[in-house]
T-cell receptor, first 117, second 110 residues
């Protein structure tokens, strides 16, 4: 099946630093990738839709300058949390659809646990 | 806006029994609905998709029903095993986006 690789799996950083998270589709091309955020025992909240070669579309309430998304190729999207603060600590997960597939299922990365001290 | 509700309380069942999880939604009429499994600290894994014109879908020990009148989907795991212990998420497609419920945690005791 399709594989989405996400790195790093865990990161601890100091407040004020920036953190980059990578999401790669390993065996398929993804014109669109999705970034979610999840708090413990809560639902996945869609943050933004990453479009290859164009600007990302952010959900209401998500600061685009805070969460920078780049989707430079059909297999790679990155999320950069800029000037991270403790309230940004969360589990971030990326996902993608195979753009050649006819169904709508999402393939997820393994997630990144971000802890900001 | 659309709302997806899953039982927030954990479901505890004995091995071998059938687990039934509920997903209710409001303010939307999705063309199809999906179920995912999520293990702690991991991303969700797709399990099943059911379309609005399908009443029931099966895959091995899994069965999903979709009642568009009640706006409800039921997810069944028959002959449950401890390895089935996980959080199960219901999801709807809205346009190009996938919207998730909060999930129901299932514990299967040996």
């Amino acid at each position: 099946g399709a594989v989405v690789s996400q790195h790093p799996s865990r990161v601890i950083c100091k407040s004020g630093t920036s953190v980059k998270i990578e999401c790669r589709s390993l065996d398929f091309q993804a014109t669109t990738m999705f970034w979610y955020r999840q708090f413990p025992k809560k639902s996945l909240m869609l943050m933004a839709t990453s479009n290859e070669g164009s600007k990302a579309t952010y959900e209401q309430g998500v600061e685009k300058d805070k969460f920078l998304i780049n989707h430079a190729s059909l297999t790679l999207s990155t999320l950069t949390v800029t000037s991270a603060h403790p309230e940004d600590s969360s589990f971030y997960i990326c996902s993608a659809r195979d753009h050649l597939a006819t169904n709508e299922k999402l393939f997820f990365g393994s997630g990144t646990q971000l802890s900001v001290l | 806006s659309q709302k997806i509700e899953q039982n927030s309380e954990a479901l505890n069942i004995q091995e071998g029994k059938t687990a039934t999880l509920t997903c209710n939604y409001t303010n939307y009429s999705p063309a199809y609905l999906q179920w995912y499994r999520q293990d702690p600290g991991r991303g969700p894994v797709f399990l099943l998709l059911i379309r609005e014109n399908e009443k029931e879908k099966r895959k091995e020990r899994l069965k999903v029903t979709f009642d568009t009148t009640l706006k409800q989907s039921l997810f069944h795991i028959t002959a449950s095993q401890p390895a089935d212990s996980a959080t199960y998420l219901c999801a709807l497609i809205r346009g190009f986006k996938t919207i998730f419920g909060a999930g129901t945690r299932l514990f299967v005791k040996a």
